[in-house]
C-alpha cells in the first residue's frame, strides 16, 4: 500500500473541514523523503514469559532493569527473565499505567487506583489516592502523569487540571503533597526552562515559579491531545507537544505554537501515543500503526521512516546500549536493536530465506543462492549512507539442487558447483559445464580447484570439455590455492598438495577435524575454520587457536573472508569480526539485528558486509557500532539463613547467621546468552560460576570479602563488585569474655577446691567413723552374755572334768577371737574370710545349746567364695541377733540357715531362722530387766549408713517376719550387697 492509498482512505474518513486542512498538507507529500523497509526486531510476548501482551509503559532503571507495566501488574526483565512480581507488595494485578525513573535507583509509579508508588532498595512507599477539597466537594484525583525536575521534585498531572507536587525534605525525604488546579481542564504536557515548571494547554500556559502561577494565552489554538498530550521533548531547541493528529511546537520568545512536520499528518490519522527522542536526537513518534523515526529535514525535505504499520506503539525508551524498547498494546514488547541490520528476503524478490551462498563481483552486483537451488543476481545501488537500494532481482537459474558455492571466470561467466554438477551461467544462458556433486571450486592460472561429495581434484579442458582429475577421495568441503599447490579442507583434516610432492596430509594432531573454511591471508598464513573445533592458524605449523573461550560466538565457522583488517568469519551462531593483528574480537548477533544465528556464507561489498542466513539476506556496514562494555552487574537477592535482607555492601550478622546466599545478574541485551560470571572469595582465584547464585553455608565467625565479576564474549571482565561480610564470635568467644571467664575460673576453682575439701573431710569423718562404728560394732558383737556364756560354758567342761570339751571350745574361742580382731581393721574381706568367721561362731553357739541348735551355711554354685568382697563382719550382727532374739527362746528344733547367691549385679545373703519372731522377742525383751542394754542392732544400722556414704559398695537390708496359721515362725533377713 503506497502513501497515496493511505491518503485516500484517510480522507474519506475525515470530515469537510479536516479535509481541507489535510488537503494543504499533502501539497508537501511530494518532499517527503520515506524508506519503506522496515528494521529487524525482536518481539516478546506471554510465550517469551511477559504477564500480558497489553503493556502501557516501559522504562529502564538506573540499575539496567527493564521495567513493564502490563494489563496483569508490572514486572521486570533482566535481559534474561521476565520476574512478574519484582514488588511483592503490590498486588499482581494491580495495574500500573505510568513509570519514572528517580536516577537515584529508584522508581516511581502511578496506579490506576489513583496511588502514586515509590519503590528504592527493595522498599515501597505509597501515596494517596490524592483528594482536592473545593469547597464542601471532595474529589480523588487520579495522577495520570509523573515528572521529576532537576531538584527531584515529583509532578504528578492528572485530568481536570490537577497538578499534585511532592518537594524532596532536607533528609531526602518527602514534603506532604501539595495540590492545586490549574485553570483548564487537563495539562497536556510539562517541561522544565531553567527555573521554571510550564505547563501546556489548548490555548493556555502556566507557569509556575517557586510558589508563583502565572497564565499566558496563546494562539493560534490547536486541539491538543488530551489523552497523551503529557509528552513534551526538546529537539534541536524546540519544545514539541501532540495534538491529536499532529505536532506542535512552542515558541518560548513569542508563546505561540507552530505546526511541526505537516506532511506527516496522514500517519497520525490515529492518533499519537508518546513523541520522544533518542541519543541520536531522532525524534520517535508512537501511534497506534506503528511507529514514525523523525531524523528532520534535509534539503527541504522531511527524512523519516516508517515502521510496523500492524503494531499499536505505546511508549519508546532507549537502553544504556542503545537498544530500543516499545510497548504495544496486544503485541507485547518489541526490541530493536541499536544498529540497522537490514534484510533483503521473500518480500523484497528472493526465492527463498534460506541463503546458501553469496558472492559479489562488483559494487554494484552480487549472487545470492538458496536452498531450493535458485540462484539470482541483484543489482543494487550504495547511494544512501545508511541502505542499499536494490535495483533490480534476476533469476539466474533453477538446477534442482542446493548450490555451495560461486565462482566468476574470466570470461564474466558465473560457474555454480551444485550436488548435481557443475553450472555456468553466460550472457544470461546456463549450461552444465560437468557432472558430479561439487561442494566448492576456486580458480588459480590455468586449473580449477574442486571438491565434492567424494573427492578433491581439478579441472582441465581437452577439446573443449572439462574433465574431472581426482587426486583423493575424501569428502572435501573448502579448498584455497597458493602457488605450485592448494590446500583441501575435508572431514578427515586438512591435506596439502603440490605439483612437486602431490598429496599428503598435514599431520598435526589438533587439525585432525572436520575442516570446513579455508583462506590464505597477506602473510601466507591459513586460517582454517573447523566444524566444531572453532579456528586455527597454520604456516608450516600449527601457529594459534581461537574458540569460544577466546571469545568466537561459536566454534562451528563455516566460512572466512578478509579485508584490509579484518577476518570476517561465518558461525553457528552470528558473525565475528577478528581483528587480523591484534585478534581483537567483535561479534555481531542475533540481538544486534541478524534475522537468524546461522551464518552460512560472508562476503564484503565497499563498506558494506553481506551475510547469508537461514532467515534471508542480511547486510550492515563494516564500522558496525557494537557495544562491548562488560554487563551491567546487580546484586538481586541475599538471604541471610534462608531469609531475604535489605540489599548492601557490607554486612554485619551474628555468630548464628552463617548460611549466606547471594543472587547476581549481569545485564547485557545484546549478548544476553553469553553473559559470564566469576566469584572470588578473599585472596582466593577467580572461578567460574554460571548459576547467577553463591553460595557459602556454615561459615566460620570471621572477615570475609566476596567479589563478583561479569563479562560478554566481546567486553572485558567488569569492574568487581564486592560484598564484605563479618560474621561476629559468639559472645562467648570474644576477648572481652576471656576477662569473664578468668574471674569465672577462679570463682569456680575456689568453690571446686572448697567443696573437694569438704567432700574430703566428710570422706576421712566417714572412715573414722566407720572405724569407730567398727569397734563399737566389735565390742557389741562380743557382748557379755556371750563371753559369760562363753566362761560358763569352759568352766562346766572343766569342773566336770571334760577336758577334751573345754579344750576344743576354748581353741574355737580363741581363733573366733583372734578372726574378728584381724577383720576388724579391714574395710572389706572376702566372702570366703566372712563365712570363716560365721562358722566358727555358729560352732561356739552349737556347743552351748549342746546340740539344740541345727545351722547351715548354703552358697550358690557361681559364687566364688575368693573373689566376692562384702564388708567386713557384715553378716554376724544379724546371725547373732537371730540366735539371742528368736532361737534361744525356743526350747528345741532351733533351725539357723543362712544363704549366698547372686540376683544380678547384688550378692544377695539371707539370714533365716525359725525363731519365735520379732514381735514375741520384743515382749519378752521389755519384761526382762537386762544390766546391759544391747545396742548391736542400732549399731549395725548406722555402720550400713556410713557404709553407703563412705564406699562405692551400695547396701540394702531387708527384715521379713514369717508367719504360718496366724502365729510366728521365726524371721528372714535378706542383705543386698553391691558388687562392683
Known amino acids: 500500500m503506497n502513501i497515496h492509498t493511505v491518503q485516500k482512505k484517510i480522507l474519506t474518513a475525515l470530515s469537510k473541514s479536516q479535509k481541507r486542512c489535510l488537503a494543504l498538507l499533502l501539497l508537501y507529500a511530494a518532499y517527503v523523503n520515506c524508506f519503506g523497509q522496515d528494521l529487524n526486531y525482536r518481539l516478546f510476548t506471554i510465550e517469551e514469559g511477559l ?42 494485578e494491580e495495574i500500573i499505567t505510568f513509570l519514572l ?69 532536607e533528609n531526602g525525604g518527602r514534603k506532604p503533597p501539595h495540590i492545586f488546579r490549574l485553570p483548564f481542564s487537563s495539562p497536556l504536557g510539562v517541561y522544565e526552562d531553567g527555573d521554571t515548571i510550564i505547563f501546556t494547554a489548548n490555548q493556555i500556559i502556566n507557569k509556575i515559579y517557586g510558589d508563583s502561577l502565572w497564565t499566558i494565552e496563546y494562539g493560534p489554538g490547536y486541539q491538543m491531545n488530551s489523552r497523551t498530550g503529557w509528552y513534551n521533548v526538546q529537539m534541536n531547541g524546540k519544545v514539541l507537544n501532540n495534538t491529536n493528529i499532529s505536532l506542535v511546537s512552542f515558541d518560548k520568545k513569542t508563546n505561540t505554537l507552530k505546526e511541526e512536520f505537516p506532511e506527516l499528518v496522514p500517519y497520525f490519522s490515529q492518533g499519537i501515543n508518546s513523541i520522544s527522542v533518542d541519543s541520536r536526537g531522532r525524534l520517535w513518534v508512537m501511534t497506534r500503526k506503528g511507529f514514525l523515526i523523525v531524523e528532520g529535514r534535509e534539503n527541504g525535505k522531511v527524512k523519516f521512516k516508517h515502521h510496523l504499520s500492524k503494531f499499536f506503539c505505546c511508549v519508546m525508551e532507549e537502553d544504556f546500549e542503545g537498544n530500543f524498547w516499545i510497548s504495544t498494546q496486544r503485541n507485547g514488547l518489541i526490541y530493536i536493536p541499536k544498529n540497522e541490520v537490514n534484510v533483503i528476503d521473500v518480500n523484497d524478490g528472493l526465492p527463498s530465506n534460506l541463503v546458501t551462498k553469496v558472492e559479489t563481483f562488483s559494487e554494484d552486483e552480487m549472487v545470492v543462492s538458496t536452498d531450493d537451488g535458485m540462484a539470482v543476481l541483484i543489482s543494487i545501488s550504495p547511494t544512501d549512507k545508511n541502505r542499499l537500494e536494490v535495483k533490480k ?32 551461467w553466460f550472457s544470461n544462458k546456463i549450461h552444465k559445464k560437468t557432472r558430479g556433486s561439487f561442494k566448492t571450486g576456486r580458480k588459480s592460472n590455468d586449473r580449477i580447484w574442486v571438491g565434492g561429495s567424494t573427492f578433491a581434484g581439478y579441472l582441465i579442458t581437452i577439446d573443449g570439455k572439462d574433465s574431472l582429475v581426482q587426486l583423493m577421495r575424501e569428502r572435501t568441503y573448502s579448498l584455497v590455492p597458493f602457488k605450485g599447490g592448494c590446500y583441501f579442507g575435508c572431514v578427515t583434516g586438512l591435506y596439502k598438495y603440490t605439483l612437486k610432492d602431490g598429496m599428503h596430509k598435514i599431520e598435526e594432531p589438533d587439525l585432525i577435524t572436520d575442516v570446513r573454511s579455508l583462506e590464505i591471508d597477506e602473510d601466507s598464513v591459513l586460517w582454517i575454520g573447523t566444524k566444531s573445533k572453532g579456528i586455527y592458524l597454520y604456516k608450516d605449523s600449527l601457529l594459534r587457536t581461537f574458540n569460544t573461550k577466546s571469545g568466537l560466538p561459536s566454534n562451528g565457522c563455516k566460512e572466512i573472508f578478509f579485508d584490509s583488517t579484518y577476518a570476517w568469519i561465518a558461525t553457528n551462531n552470528g558473525v565475528c569480526r577478528m581483528d587480523k593483528h591484534d585478534y581483537s574480537v567483535s561479534n555481531i548477533g542475533i540481538n544486534d539485528g541478524l534475522p537468524g544465528r546461522e551464518i552460512n556464507s560472508i562476503r564484503v561489498l565497499g563498506d558494506w558486509i553481506i551475510v547469508a542466513t537461514n532467515a534471508g539476506l542480511a547486510y550492515f556496514k563494516k564500522d558496525l557500532g557494537l557495544y562491548n ?70 561459615l566460620s565467625p570471621g572477615i570475609y570479602s566476596l567479589g563478583i565479576r561479569t563479562k560478554t564474549l566481546d567486553s572485558e571482565w567488569s569492574t568487581p563488585k564486592i560484598i564484605d561480610f563479618k560474621i561476629k564470635k559468639a559472645f562467648w568467644k570474644r576477648p572481652f569474655m576471656m576477662v569473664v571467664y578468668v574471674l569465672l575460673g577462679v570463682v569456680l576453682l575456689t568453690f571446686v577446691i572448697y567443696f573437694l575439701f569438704r567432700y574430703i573431710q566428710k570422706q576421712n569423718e566417714a572412715q573414722e567413723r566407720l572405724k569407730a562404728s567398727r569397734l563399737t560394732a566389735l565390742r557389741a558383737q562380743m557382748n557379755p ?29 580363741s581363733r573366733l577371737m583372734r578372726s574378728i580382731l584381724d577383720m576388724s581393721d579391714k574395710v572389706e574381706v572376702s566372702l570366703e574370710k566372712e563365712i570363716e568367721a560365721l562358722t566358727l561362731y555358729l560352732d561356739l553357739e552349737a556347743m552351748r545349746f549342746e546340740g539344740g541348735l541345727d545351722y547351715r551355711i548354703q552358697v550358690a554354685e557361681d559364687v566364688e567364695e575368693a573373689e566376692t568382697m562384702l564388708p567386713s563382719m557384715l553378716i554376724q550382727p544379724y546371725v547373732e541377733n537371730a540366735i539371742k532374739h528368736g532361737l534361744m ?30 514381735e514375741a522377742a520384743a515382749e519378752i525383751q521389755s519384761i526382762k530387766k537386762y544390766e546391759h542394754e544391747s545396742k548391736a542392732m542400732s549399731l549395725t544400722q548406722e555402720r550400713l ?11 540394702n537390708v531387708d527384715i521379713e517376719d514369717k508367719y504360718e496359721n496366724g502365729e510366728a515362725t521365726g524371721t528372714k533377713v535378706t542383705i543386698y550387697i553391691r558388687q562392683i
Open 629 to 698: 562494555e562488560p554487563p551491567v552487574l546487580r546484586i538481586t537477592g541475599i538471604e541471610v539463613n534462608g531469609n531475604d535482607t535489605t540489599l548492601s555492601s557490607n554486612y554485619t550478622l551474628e555468630h548464628y547467621e552463617k548460611n549466606i546466599k547471594i543472587k547476581f545478574t549481569g545485564i547485557a541485551f545484546r549478548q544476553k546468552e553469553d553473559v559470564e560470571y566469576q566469584v572470588k572469595m578473599g585472596d582466593g582465584e577467580w572461578t567460574f560460576n554460571d548459576t547467577g547464585m553463591a553460595e557459602f553455608p556454615g
Open 51 to 92: 504477564p500480558s501482551a497489553y503493556l502501557y509503559d516501559v522504562l529502564q532503571d538506573e540499575d539496567g532493569f527493564i521495567w513493564l507495566s502490563t494489563e496483569e501488574g508490572v514486572c521486570r526483565f533482566d535481559g534474561h527473565v521476565f520476574e512478574t512480581n519484582p514488588i511483592p507488595s503490590i498486588q499482581g
Open 889 to 918: 527362746h525356743r526350747k528345741d528344733n532351733r533351725i539357723l540357715i543362712i544363704d549366698f547367691s547372686f540376683e544380678g549385679d547384688y550378692l544377695v545373703c539371707i539370714v533365716e531362722d525359725n525363731g519365735i519372731g520379732r
Open 393 to 424: 532481482i534476476t533469476q539466474i537459474t533453477d538446477v534442482k539442487s542446493e548450490i555451495y558455492d560461486v565462482m566468476i571466470l574470466d570470461n564474466g561467466s558465473k560457474c555454480f558447483f551444485s550436488a548435481v554438477g557443475l553450472y555456468e
Open 785 to 813: 552374755h556371750f563371753m559369760f556364756n562363753s566362761l560358763n560354758s569352759i568352766q562346766e567342761f572343766i569342773l566336770m572334768q571334760d577336758r577334751r570339751s573345754a579344750n576344743k571350745y576354748l581353741s574355737r574361742f
Open 101 to 169: 525513573d528517580e536516577k537515584e535507583g529508584g522508581i516511581w509509579m502511578a496506579s490506576l487506583s489513583g496511588e502514586v508508588l515509590y519503590y528504592h532498595n527493595r522498599n515501597l512507599e505509597k501515596y494517596g489516592p490524592f483528594v482536592f477539597y473545593d469547597g464542601g466537594d471532595s474529589i480523588t484525583i487520579q495522577t495520570s502523569h509523573l515528572y521529576m525536575d532537576a531538584d527531584g521534585t515529583v509532578w504528578g498531572m492528572s485530568k481536570y487540571g490537577f497538578v499534585t507536587r511532592m518537594e524532596k525534605d
Open 945 to 955: 549408713r556410713l557404709l553407703n556414704s563412705a564406699l562405692s559398695t551400695k547396701l
